[in-house]
Structure formats: C-alpha cells, structure tokens
C-alpha cells in the first residue's frame, strides 16, 4: 500500500502531466481553429468565382443567341470585309453608271439591304470575339475555382488532423484527471485514517493517565492535597 507522502508525489506528477496535455491540447484546438478560419476564407473566395462564372454563362448563352438570329438574315460564310466589298462595288456603279428609274431604284434597294447585311455581318464579328473573349474568362474562372477548391480541402484535411489529435489529448488528459481524483479521494481517506489514528492514541495516552493516576490515588500515595 502506497504512503501518504508517495500519494501526494504521484499526485503532483500527475497534475504536471496533465498541464502539459492540456497546453498540447489548446494548441492543437487553436492550429484547428485556425485551419477552420482558411477554409471559410477561401471557401467564400471560391463562391466569388463560381458566381462570377455564373454571370459570365449567362452573358454567354446571351451572345450565342445574338449570333443566331444575326446568322438567319446574313450568308455566314462571308465576311464582314466581303459585304463591304460588294456594298463599295454596288455603290461606284450607282454613282458612276447612268441607269434608268427602275434600274437605279433596284440599285437603291441593293444599297440599303448590303448595308444592312455589312453591319450585321460587323456585329457578327464583334459577337464572335465577344464570345471567345467570355469563353477565356468562364475557363480562367472555372480554374480559379477549382484553385480554391483545392486550397478549401487541403485546410479542411489539416483541420480535421489537428482536430482529432485534439481530442484524443483531451481523452487523455480526462482520463489522467480521473486518476487524479482517485489518487485524492485516497489522499483523504490516509488523512482521515491518520487523523483518525492520531485521536485514538490521544484518547488512549489519556485513559492510561487518568488509570495511573487512580492507581496511585487507591495506594495512597497521592491525596487531593499531594503526596502523602
């Protein structure tokens, strides 16, 4: 059986250790909390992109509509630069060749409707490069998220590592702090028992007192007024 004085030893050592458990285990609760923080931070950033993406498809599907119904009123196989051809061939005749009424009303009509080929055709251009231009943007986005995304799971890994480790320092450190308890539960009971042990012989160390002291009351060798 242990003794007062190695209970109170273990005791000690024991709370040591479990101070030191328990900065180990703050510690890895504040790495934790510190890994949560990243992964809010760039989990919003990741959000930004997505619906900055989400945007961009919309202004996407926008233009490919544009293209299309551009598309039913012009010849899409030529160029802006070969309705403006034509419209500059159409327009020396009708300023340099003499023609009759019907003749130069047809050319007239020609005019207006190369025009407004010319100008959709150079519409059509520009959509196009719209559209690969927000095609680059959807793919830079689309890598930036995925970027994030990344990043998001790499703090999350960490995070749940210094979590777990977390934990089982605070089992530890619960159940070192149980055996703590146990370890003063007996402090109290030696204490008791010693204090317990002390009285019992106080008690008996006066009981012998007071038995001598009526031995030698009956033998006469001690009367009220002192010794005989």
Do not use: C
């Not at 242990?2 to 180990?24: F, M």
């Not at 689309?142 to 979590?163: D, G, L, M, W």
Request: proline share 0%.
């Amino acid at each position: 059986m242990k003794g007062l004085e190695q209970l109170k030893r273990e005791k000690s050592e024991k709370i040591k250790r479990a101070e030191r458990l328990r900065k180990k285990a703050n510690r890895k609760k504040e790495l934790r909390n510190k890994e949560n923080e990243k992964v809010s931070k760039y989990k919003k950033k990741r959000s930004e992109k997505n619906k900055e993406k989400k945007e961009k498809e919309k202004e996407l599907e926008k233009i490919k509509k544009e293209i299309k119904d551009i598309s039913k009123d012009i010849d899409t196989n030529k160029s802006f630069s070969q309705y403006k051809k034509e419209h500059n061939r159409v327009y020396w005749k009708y300023q340099t060749e003499p023609s009759s009424g019907k003749a130069e009303k047809e050319l007239v009509e020609k005019l207006e409707e190369l025009e407004d080929k010319k100008e959709k055709a150079k519409k059509l251009k520009q959509s196009k490069s719209e559209l690969r231009k927000i095609k680059k943007q959807i793919r830079d986005l689309e890598t930036e998220a995925n970027i994030y995304h990344e990043v998001v799971t790499k703090h999350a890994e960490k995070s749940e590592k210094n979590h777990q480790e977390m934990i089982n320092l605070y089992q530890k450190l619960d159940n070192l702090e149980e055996e703590i308890d146990e370890v003063k539960e007996k402090i109290k009971k030696r204490k008791k028992a010693r204090r317990s042990k002390t009285r019992t012989q106080e008690i008996l160390k006066q009981e012998k007192a007071e038995e001598t002291l009526k031995e030698f009351k009956e033998k006469g060798k001690i009367t009220i007024n002192g010794l005989s």
